[in-house]
């Protein structure tokens, strides 16, 4: 076990529609990021928030976006979903600085279905 | 995009053999890391080598690095039913702020 926890743990959702993640960070650990991990395929890097602040972003469209709250809480949000939008969703927490990648605790992620 | 490549894709060894799994990547790196999924959960932290480390243990493992390969190695040894999952190395780059880069992964079965 990690300490960090994801909530839903499924989602099924129409295209078009929106859709919030939840991530519950370790105490302590400042700095969150969220990953997406299609089928078959490694986790791609979405954003990370360090102190309630985005601070480095990958590639992906604005209608990905996110926040970070100071009691270690986080939250994923994707408007306008897409079929290629499903999806695992990871989140990440460690008490890094914004510029350290050291051991990453990964929560058990989010399984996102579009139809 | 994604950076680092495992080889193989998919690996299969009878319980008690030695695994070994490999990745390469493509721009220079501050660390490499291997993680471990099982059946499409969370994933967990193995080992973390430097980019002015060569070799690291910690239990059953054993990672190797060279960067001027730019190419990483993961060797679990005396394999267990457990340790069937798949296996990913992710790296950051030196820029920082980009998060970390995974390869595609290796699955790795380990048969009773």
């Known amino acids: 076990e990690t300490g960090v926890t994801q909530s839903p743990t499924h989602l099924i959702k129409t295209r078009g529609q929106q859709v919030t993640l939840r991530c519950s960070s370790q105490s302590g650990h400042n700095t969150v990021s969220w990953y997406q991990q299609a089928l078959g395929q490694g986790p791609q890097f979405i954003f990370q928030y360090y102190r309630e602040e985005e601070n480095g972003r990958g590639n992906f469209p604005p209608r990905f976006s996110g926040l970070q709250f100071p009691n270690y809480s986080s939250e994923l949000n994707v408007n306008a979903l897409e079929l290629d939008d499903s999806a695992l969703y990871l989140c990440a927490s460690n008490p890094d600085t914004p510029f350290g990648y050291n051991e990453q605790f990964f929560g058990p992620g989010t399984r996102l279905t579009v139809l | 995009s994604q950076q680092g490549e495992e080889d193989p894709q998919a690996l299969s060894i009878q319980e008690g053999e030695n695994a070994t799994m490999n990745c390469s990547y493509k721009t220079s790196i501050n660390n490499l890391q291997w993680y471990r999924q099982n059946s499409g959960r969370g994933l967990v932290h193995l080992i973390l080598?430097?980019?002015?480390?060569r070799e690291k243990h910690s239990g059953r493992l054993r990672v190797t690095l060279d960067t001027s390969k730019k190419s990483s190695s993961l060797l679990i040894t005396a394999s267990r039913a457990a340790d069937t999952a798949s296996y990913f190395c992710?790296?950051?780059?030196?820029?920082?702020?980009?998060?970390?880069?995974f390869g595609k992964g290796t699955h790795l079965i380990i048969q009773p």
């Open positions: 992710a790296t950051d780059a030196e820029r920082g702020a980009d998060g970390l880069t």
């Open positions: 080598i430097r980019s002015n480390e």
